[in-house]
């Protein structure tokens, strides 16, 4: 059982500013304020401060802020939850559980799994942000879901402070969905998650190039997770820019889907388009694609841009603010509607 620093941790206690600039606390790091923040050390006491009665109405409670866009001030609360550490609370059979504070780092976590031997995560290596929000929006990666090893989360009533448990059934999870993104918006603190991991594991290496990267850098015909999560962190490392050095969210729209009918229309048009057939029907198309097809790759407006390697992901080149970006991810959207009369929905909250 691994408890990191409980000894450390139980001396925090909440921390509250006023009027305080969340530049740090976001990934894009554009400037910005909020009325109030907190931090909550652990859970015990987010349910002592949760059941009193509220400063604000308007609360959001953040993780790292690596899928978030502050367009302006935050005229509210942000709440933050800084509780560490994991625990092995079953392991039997094919299966171990873990459960996992939600303030705790996600690629930690899977780290920690892969070198436990523990599969099922790998895929998602090195994707930014906290544990508590991985539920939120189902992360994603290289052919694997978090739903896929989802097992229950503790949550917190942001209204009374009363504690729920939440089951694989009840978050509907989907293509960067769950409910805490519809009907229970902003109505819970996530303040621990349970995983299921494979103690056996089999590696998933069908997506893009990962099976030959994993095979090239291993020196293996069949990689194992330790090759798996080492190949993703290299592709990821030579796509994705570091939001510390350019400020970004890592994909800003979600990839689209289209009917057949429409699909074939375009590729009368464009004889390199890229697509996915669904299960559930319809066609989806790389994002990505359809920006760069638009003419946007590389593109930039003032101090907000579009990153000359990656279409999908929008960069602050340094004094970018908010609205900055937000005004350009939506001539972005405009321009794609016109050229090929698909709607782009944001997978960043922007607020
Ligand atoms: C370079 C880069 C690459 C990325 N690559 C990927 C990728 O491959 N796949 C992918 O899916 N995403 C990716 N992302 C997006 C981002 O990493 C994920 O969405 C991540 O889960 C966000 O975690 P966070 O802790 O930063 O959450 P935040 O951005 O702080 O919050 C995201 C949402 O979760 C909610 N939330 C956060 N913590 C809690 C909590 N404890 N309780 C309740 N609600 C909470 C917030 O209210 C908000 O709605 C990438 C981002 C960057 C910057």
Known sequence: MIKCSEAVKELYIMIQYNNHSIKEFHTFHTDARTRLLTILANEKEAQQYLSKPAESTNRLVIGGGSNLLFTRDFEGELIQIDNKGFEIIEEKGLWVWVKVAAGENWNTLVQWAVEHGYGGIENLSYIPGTVGAAPVQNIGAYGVEFKEVFNSLEA??????????????????????????????????????????????????????????????????IPDIVDVRNAVIAIRKTKLPNPDELGNAGSFFKNPIITHEHFDDMAEL??????????????????????????????????????????????????????????LSQLIQQKVMEIFGIPLEPEVIIL
């Open 156 to 221: 917190i009533d942001l209204a009374d402070g009363s504690k729920q448990n939440f089951y694989l059934q009840e978050l509907d999870f989907d293509y960067r969905y769950s409910i805490f993104k519809g009907s229970l918006k902003n109505k819970f603190l996530i303040s621990s998650v349970v995983v299921k991991l494979a103690r056996y594991p089999k590696v998933t290496l069908d997506y893009g190039n990962l099976k030959e990267m994993a095979q090239s850098m291993s020196g293996k015909k």
């Open 270 to 327: 464009y004889h390199d388009i890229v697509s996915y057939p669904q299960k559930g029907g319809g066609v989806k198309l790389p994002a990505a694609w359809l920006i760069e097809k638009a003419g946007f790759k590389g593109f930039v407006s003032g101090q907000a841009g579009v990153h000359p390697k990656h279409a999908l992901i929008l960069i602050n080149l340094g004094k970018a603010q908010g609205g900055e970006i937000y005004q």
